[in-house]
């Protein structure tokens, strides 16, 4: 038999709330039901939940499914009304190309394959552990840390350090950071009102305009240097092309690695033989941070916002053409047919598959960057400060809830 309709009325309110160490507990009854099930957004709209690994990977990879949401019927997680304020979000769309289909979205990630190679990222190496080293040393010699600890691992570690990689990176001046950073926390926090969030996009995007514009007159060295002289002067870019591609890597380059970071340092203390271990043999990272990337699949749903474009039979369910779809990724990410003890933090585990860098076109260009951030970051962190500790109960730690992507807002720290 085929169910094909989504049943509004046993559809589930979504989102549903994370735990800090682990999704909601609906999480696993939803996937014990069905690899689809029907759930309902705040918009009011009832999409289909991914719950399963597999069924993850193969609609991520379903050309059939389309991530374009200026699409009439596109699933949002909310709704406005204001035609003028939906208009002038779709323009605003210019080059972000995690929000296209191919084969239009490969013309703009084919662009920037080279800059996050492995090769690319390995010649950064360098640079990232001595960022890391400095602010590992100012945390530990800075007057506010010794007069009165604790320090903050988000302001004063997890959130500058990928912000200044990216910024090097793109050639964006640091000294800006204070902009692009509180405008993406507006941008992302799902309590914002879609009108202070468009305001936070409009905000960033006026000032990538500006760094754009300077670069076609004057390109520098950085990436944005680069595609100014090999694909803006030959027409290959328009202007606003080339400001929604920086906007989508300044934004996407610092916000997630700079919650993923204290989680991490969050979920080692809370193993500490695993933190021992990997003490003891630095070659443990990599593995780690794969493990620790499975475990927490900051993003969960909030990347995964998709709509059929073709009726999609799966299992005994038909994806019908027109429907949302939502890829919950903590929920696959912790699916025992994938993981075995899916709950168990386990460094060893070898959990490279799972989907928290996403799965297909759209898997995460900066997966390499971020890698290594990580594991650099991580590293240098329990070298220089080895009796790193929290300061604070967990119960009491400022979680992120009202973010899609999750985090901290703050994570006080002693030694
Ligand atoms: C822990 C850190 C990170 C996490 C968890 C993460 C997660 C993700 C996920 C889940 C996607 C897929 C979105 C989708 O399917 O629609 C994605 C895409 C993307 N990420 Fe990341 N990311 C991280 C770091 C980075 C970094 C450092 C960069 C550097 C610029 C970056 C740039 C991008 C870009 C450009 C895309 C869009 C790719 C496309 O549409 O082809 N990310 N990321």
């Given amino acids: 038999m085929t169910t094909s309709e989504l049943d509004t009325a046993t559809a589930r309110q979504f989102p549903i709330e994370r735990c800090p160490f682990g999704p909601p507990a609906e999480y696993a009854t939803m ?24 069924e993850a990977q193969k609609l991520l990879t379903d050309p059939r499914i389309s991530t ?24 605003a769309h210019a080059g972000f190309f995690i929000d296209m289909d191919p084969p239009e979205h490969d013309v703009f990630r084919r662009m920037l394959i080279s800059e996050f190679s492995v090769k690319r990222i390995r010649a950064m190496r360098p640079g990232i552990e001595k ?46 950071r204070e902009l692009f950073q509180t405008r993406t926390r507006q941008m992302v926090d799902f309590t914002t ?9 409009m905000e960033i995007r006026a000032y990538i305009d500006g760094l754009v514009t300077r670069a076609e007159e004057n390109p520098g060295d950085g990436l944005l240097g680069r595609l100014v002289r090999e694909r803006r002067a030959t027409g290959e870019l328009a202007h606003d092309e080339l400001v929604g591609m920086m906007f989508l890597l300044l934004v996407a380059g610092h ?8 989680l991490s340092v969050l979920t080692l203390l809370r193993h500490p033989d695993q933190l021992a271990e990997l003490r003891a043999d630095p070659e443990l990272w990599p593995g780690a941070v794969e493990e620790l990337m499975r475990y927490q699949s900051i993003v969960d749903w909030a990347a995964f916002d ?19 779809v939502y890829v919950l990724g903590l929920a696959a990410d912790r699916d025992e047919r994938a993981f075995p003890e899916p709950d168990v933090f386990d460094i060893h585990r070898g959990a490279r598959n799972h989907v928290a860098f996403g799965y297909g ?55």
């Fill in 255 to 262: 916000e997630t690695t700079a919650n993923m970071l204290p």
């Fill in 68 to 91: 374009d949401s200026s699409r009439e019927g596109f699933p949002r997680m909310t709704e406005t009304t204001d035609e003028d304020l939906n208009e002038r979000v779709a323009e």
């Fill in 31 to 54: 996937r014990g039901e069905a690899p689809i099930v029907p759930i309902r957004l705040p918009s009011g709209r009832t999409v289909w939940a991914v719950t399963r690994h597999a």
């Fill in 306 to 324: 998709r709509m059929a474009v073709e009726d999609i039979p799966l299992g005994d369910q038909t994806i019908r053409a027109g429907d949302g």
């Fill in 193 to 201: 009102e879609p009108e202070a969030s468009f305001a936070a996009v």
């Fill in 131 to 176: 960022t890391a080293y400095d602010l590992a040393d100012a945390m530990l010699c800075s007057p506010r840390s010794a007069g009165d600890r604790p320090a903050d691992l988000v302001a004063d570690f997890g959130l500058p350090l990928p912000s200044l990689v990216i910024c090097q990176l793109l050639g964006v001046p640091y000294e800006d």
């Fill in 361 to 415: 076109v759209h898997q995460c260009l900066g997966q390499n960057l971020a890698r290594a951030e990580l594991e650099i970051a991580l590293r240098v962190l329990y070298e220089r400060i080895p009796d790193l500790r929290a300061a604070a109960d967990v119960e009491d730690l400022p979680f992120r809830y009202g973010a899609p992507i999750f985090g901290l807002a703050a994570f006080p720290v002693t030694w």
